[in-house]
Nanobody, 126 residues
Framework: QLQVAESGGGLVQPGGSLRLSCAAS????????IAWFRQAPGKEREGVSC????????YHADSVRGRFTISRDDAKKTVYLQMNSLKPEDTGLYSC???????????????????WGQGAQVTVSS
């Protein structure tokens, strides 16, 4: 059974950094996508970053490109989201999502992903 679980959220001041972790289990091959999404109160869920297990392809939304980096540690079966230069508008519930048995370039379409974590709250405020 494919499962993902987030950790690492918290409160940080504007301009600060935070790293989120997504622990993954149940993968049977390198053919998967993992992505980070976020949702602020009263707003729609927004795709942030994704990576493809087979191609090492990564993609970041325009709103975070140059500030956020998605990476993976295969030995720990964990995907990270390093968030730098955080802004108040980055505040939200960050969720990790996964899709197995897929390959090619990842995307930030919520319909692509069929396994979701519970989410980790990130609050950027002074």
């Amino acid at each position: 059974q494919l499962q993902v679980a987030e950790s690492g959220g918290g409160l940080v001041q504007p301009g600060g950094s935070l790293r989120l972790s997504c622990a993954a289990s149940g993968f049977t091959s390198d053919y998967y996508f993992i992505a980070w999404f976020r949702q602020a109160p009263g707003k729609e869920r927004e795709g942030v970053s994704c990576l493809s297990g087979s191609s090492f392809n990564t993609y970041h939304a325009d709103s975070v490109r140059g500030r956020f980096t998605i990476s993976r540690d295969d030995a720990k079966k964990t995907v990270y989201l390093q968030m730098n230069s955080l802004k108040p508008e980055d505040t939200g519930l960050y969720s990790c999502a996964a899709r197995s048995q897929t390959f090619g370039r990842c995307n930030l379409d919520t319909a692509t992903y069929d396994h979701w974590g519970q989410g980790a709250q990130v609050t950027v405020s002074s």
